[in-house]
């Protein structure tokens, strides 16, 4: 065993100096560009030296078996491979958002402010006044259209009595009538201008902002007074383009609120957007949420949609996975005829990773021996031990 040991030192070393002596006889530029070069072969030079090292090493523990009685195993930690359930889910950030929610404002023509009937948080129903607007142009309205009123059915009652009397012709009596009916619906207009300078609650919610004054003008557009809603709460999330085939009605959903210690609230997509964003390439996702007076409106929510699952596949830690020039492997453990556990490289396929898992879709089965704990640097066949 010793001489063969001997032969492998020697053949190393003797590559080595030749690969050196190699790169020694075509000089670099002593450049910069040159001495990474020269880095950089070396360090290609050094990781191939190893990789001859450890097969070799391999090759000699498979071959020499009377090596292993002198040999001082590794410890390591092992877990028996079983079939479990595993989800996959896509994590993304979105809002809280309110289904009903308003911006006031007044429906008629801007006004000056008069009297203001709430205050910020308070919880108003709806047709509850808000607002009182100046009305001192649209109540002299009012009355120049009562005074109106009253002297058309003033004459056409007088017509009507002559008619009654069989004076008079029937085109006059039409024609006061149809002077009634007119100034009754200036009447009404003028009441409705009236009304308009109260400014109701089109919704049943709290008030959420409150930022105009009396004495301030109240305009059509103005964002200063805001109802909201929380009785019916929404998570929104836009979804990368991607997923659009995964991500449908009905989708499970998990959601957690970091405002609020993390809360996690179970639910499934209940709108999915039909227009995909030219600028973020996503669309819009909705989840509803239940009615919790301790959720605010646009707090964060991180969601997590399930976009694949399988109750029964075999799933092992992701940081057990390697990669060499072949692919994917794990290191397992299986006993030789000596009943010694030897470490022993395993090619693997791999399907969906989430978390700290990966699912495994081939090279494993039920009951593999995989080391957990300790298997970095571990080469085929090398003895280790769990004690």
Known sequence: MQKIRTVVTISVFSTAILLASCGSSTKTPDTLDGKKKELADLKNQQEKLSKQIDSLEAQISRLDTSSKVGQKAKLVALTEVAHSPFTHYIDLQGNVEAENMSW??????AGVVRAVNVRQGDVVRKGQLLLKLDDAVQRNNVANAQIALDHAKDLYQRRKNLWDEKIGTEVDLINAKNAVDQAETQLKLAQDQLDFTNVYADINGTVDNLTIKIGETFAPGSQVLHLINTDLLKAVVQVPELYQERVKVGTPVKISLPGLNNKEITGVVHVTGKTINPDS?????????????????????VVRIQ??????????????LQTDEKGKYVMVASKDKENNLLAHKRSITIGQSYGDKVEVTGGLQEGDQLITDGFQGLYEGQLITIQ
């Open 281 to 301: 390439r996503a669309f819009s996702v909705e989840i509803r949420l239940p009615n919790d007076r301790s959720i605010r409106s646009n707090q964060v929510a």
């Open 307 to 320: 976009d694949y699952a399988v109750s029964k596949t075999l799933a092992i830690p992701v940081n057990t």
């Open 104 to 109: 006031v404002s007044p429906r008629g023509q």
